[in-house]
Nanobody
Framework: QVQLVESGGGLVQPGGSLRLSCAAS????????MGWYRQAPGKQRELVAI???????NYADSVKGRFTISRDNAKNTVYLQMNSLRPEDTSVYYC???????????????WGQGTQVTVSS
């Protein structure tokens, strides 16, 4: 009943920028935290950035000062603006959202399909 659709990934040169978008759709009652994770081959999935419903943000140290997370509650969408990209940012980026659907009491975690970001010259 809930789907997260990501867009904006691709190939970019070092120092370049990309903007990821993730829109949630379905029988959404409310959305709490939204965020982005990434996972490179052979590595565990790691948190990149999160933004709460009240627009509080947290970032991984490796992206702090370069990435900016934001959300548009009217559109149920979270964004990740990525600047000054480095080769080590290359990964599959996954959208995360904690969503309460329908009349259920509890929120559940939902994940996007993942979008590839490649930083290479």
């Amino acid at each position: 009943q809930v789907q997260l659709v990501e867009s904006g990934g691709g190939l970019v040169q070092p120092g370049g920028s990309l903007r990821l978008s993730c829109a949630a759709s379905g029988s959404i009652a409310s959305i709490n935290d939204m965020g982005w994770y990434r996972q490179a081959p052979g590595k565990q999935r790691e948190l990149v950035a999160i933004v709460t419903r009240g627009d509080n943000t947290n970032y991984a140290d490796s992206v702090k000062g370069r990435f900016t997370i934001s959300r548009d509650n009217a559109k149920n969408t979270v964004y990740l603006q990525m600047n000054s990209l480095r080769p080590e940012d290359t990964s599959v980026y996954y959208c995360y959202s904690q969503i309460r659907i329908g009349s259920f009491f509890r929120a559940a975690d939902y994940w996007g399909q993942g979008t590839q970001v490649t930083v290479s010259s």
